[in-house]
């Protein structure tokens, strides 16, 4: 659910904080108050275009944030943000912000972290579905439809297994199309394949080999350097007449002396025993180290190749000798599909065709799945409609088998025609006649944003078990209605509610008297500027705000707005 909604400078809002409940949130407020400001917000924090004029006057940036509790939503967020690179979410908190300047600049974060708006809009996709004329309906495209035609029939299961054998097939025919070249090509690539195998085979590599070639390679370019230094070390250790082990001599028999005249000196002769041992060890391993040193030109020249080899092999093949190999085994299995091609297009083609069998029955079975759910479906919805109003109305949904992928009058796949859709062969249109005698058009097509909204509550009010987006905003849902209607709006937002979290802007009280929670919209002058406030109602000034929605605040007004308050519990 959406928790708090902070806008600054956005319009005629200066610094706005908007902290929502849970279930039914009702906005209402006097015409050019401030309540469209609402909706603009949470469609720039969705990704939407911004409109750099909406900056408030004066301000050199605009910024909305929004807070979302998520923990009971459904989609995967926290595999998705993980994958974005994104902050995760902390205690379920989701954090999303966006900012723009009169430059023209964007920016805007999700937990803190940049992000691109094309990401901000797509996870605007899973939190918030807006009704009404700002066009953030995910119910208007056809493949949304589809699946709440699933989700009310209770088919993903069917669904999912569909999409799985499409799946297995798409990876079928991608194998079959590295197989199905023309002869010219085909000759190509087994040479170039035989190539790599035999020069990556014919190098006998070994994980972690050029390190050590490395190694081997610097010692030996500079071995007469690494020679000289060893054999002045020994020499200044012991084969000069001013050598360390001759001086080390003289002061042994000096400390000798010493421990002779004073026994309590005895520790100093032995600390130089071991200092002598020390350099009598040093000696030792700089002779072995100087022995293995050799000037050897033919064993230069030959680790100088074998390092250019693995260089070169490199840069073909992969950054390390365990890509190269890597590289030179995967070189190996293509090689030996394509050497044995004709057998292994045997073999895809007969998996091709048993798994085609598969896909028609299991796409034929999910349409006729689907078939028996739309009038239920539809029945339902009428049924929402004629409460609403729409009492000779009518919700039609169109079944088509897209065949895309079918070869016509055969139960058979044809591999010449479009890629299948996981989906199934389905395609369905939802459609709508607001009056009898009228042809049921479809829905993207209404162009009444009030007709609109009803369609939309209708079908919002049936899949609200189903439906995995957690918040919906409701604007001119109230559009060309009143009396008992308009009750009946109230309670069906206050019904969806119960499931989800609803906002709604409304001009009409029955419909905001429904509502868990009452914010109000008012403007007014501060320091010479006229800007936008929100306030939550408590049930004194509640009462006030519907009466002036009822016409004023006349004894009446006040009564029936008290009535309405009652009656809604």
């Known amino acids: 659910m959406l928790t708090t909604l902070r806008i600054k400078n956005l319009a005629l809002v200066e610094d706005l904080t908007l902290e929502l409940q849970s279930g039914y949130n009702v906005i209402t407020g006097e015409t050019g108050a401030g309540k469209s400001i609402i909706l603009g917000a949470i469609n720039l924090v969705l990704g939407e275009r911004a409109d750099r004029s909406l900056i408030r006057s004066g301000a050199e940036s605009c910024s909305v944030e929004a807070v979302f509790d998520v923990k009971n939503l459904r989609a995967p967020l926290k595999d998705w943000l993980q994958e974005s690179g994104l902050e995760a979410c902390e205690e379920y908190q989701l954090v999303v912000k966006r900012t723009f300047t009169a430059t023209g600049t964007n920016r805007q974060f999700i937990n803190g972290s940049p992000t691109t708006l094309a990401m901000l809009s797509s996870l605007g996709e899973w939190l918030v579905d807006m009704h009404g004329p700002h066009d953030h309906q995910s119910l208007l495209h056809p493949a949304k439809q589809l699946a709440i035609l699933d989700a009310f029939g209770r088919l993903e299961d069917e669904r999912k297994a569909f999409g799985e054998l499409v799946h297995r ?246 591999t010449q025609r479009p890629r299948l859709s996981a989906a199934g062969f389905d395609v369905v249109e939802f459609q709508f006649a607001p009056n009898l005698g009228e042809p049921a058009k479809a829905l993207r097509a209404i162009a009444s944003s009030g007709e609109m909204a009803r369609v939309m509550l209708a079908l919002k009010t049936v899949l609200a078990a189903e439906d995995e987006i957690p918040v919906l905003v409701f604007d001119e849902v109230d559009a060309n209605i009143g009396g008992e209607t308009a009750n009946v709006v109230g309670q069906k937002m206050r019904q969806i509610a119960a499931k989800r979290q609803v906002l709604c802007i409304t001009h009409l009280p029955q419909v905001a008297a429904s509502a868990d929670a009452h914010y109000v919209v008012t403007k007014l002058v501060k320091n010479g500027r006229t800007i936008s406030e929100i306030t939550r109602l408590d049930n004194k000034f509640r009462i006030t705000e519907l009466a002036r929605m009822l016409g004023g605040q006349s004894d009446a007004a006040r009564k029936h707005a008290e009535a309405l308050l009652r009656q809604t519990g």
């Open 169 to 414: 097939r798409a990876g079928l025919e991608a194998a079959k199309a590295a197989l199905v070249v023309d002869e010219k090509t085909y000759a190509q690539q087994i040479d170039l394949l035989r190539f790599q195998v035999q020069e990556i085979i014919a190098a006998r590599l070994q994980p972690g080999e050029d390190a050590l070639v490395e190694q081997e390679f610097l010692r030996a370019s500079n071995a007469a350097k690494l020679l000289q230094l060893s054999q002045d070390a020994m020499g200044a250790l012991s084969e000069s007449d001013d050598s360390l082990l001759m001086q080390s001599g003289a002061i042994g028999r000096l400390l000798a002396e010493l421990q002779r005249v004073d026994a309590g000196a005895a520790h100093l002769t032995e600390l130089h025993a071991q200092a002598g041992e020390m350099l009598r060890d040093l000696q030792a391993e700089l002779s072995r180290y100087a022995d293995k040193v050799e000037l050897d030109p033919a064993r230069f020249a030959e680790l100088e190749e074998r390092l250019n080899l693995l260089h070169s092999l490199k840069r073909k093949y992969g950054g390390s000798i365990t890509e190269v190999i890597a590289f030179g085994e995967e070189a190996q299995q293509k090689l030996a599909s394509l050497e044995s091609r004709d057998a292994e297009l045997l073999r895809i083609n007969a998996e091709m065709q048993k798994l085609d069998g598969e896909i028609l029955v299991a796409g034929k079975k999910l349409s006729s799945a689907r078939k028996k759910v739309i009038a239920p479906l539809a029945k339902a919805v009428s049924r929402q409609l004629e409460d609403l109003g729409f009492k000779q109305g009518r919700f039609d949904i169109q079944q088509e088998a897209d065949m895309a992928g079918l070869a016509p009058g055969e139960n058979r796949i044809d």
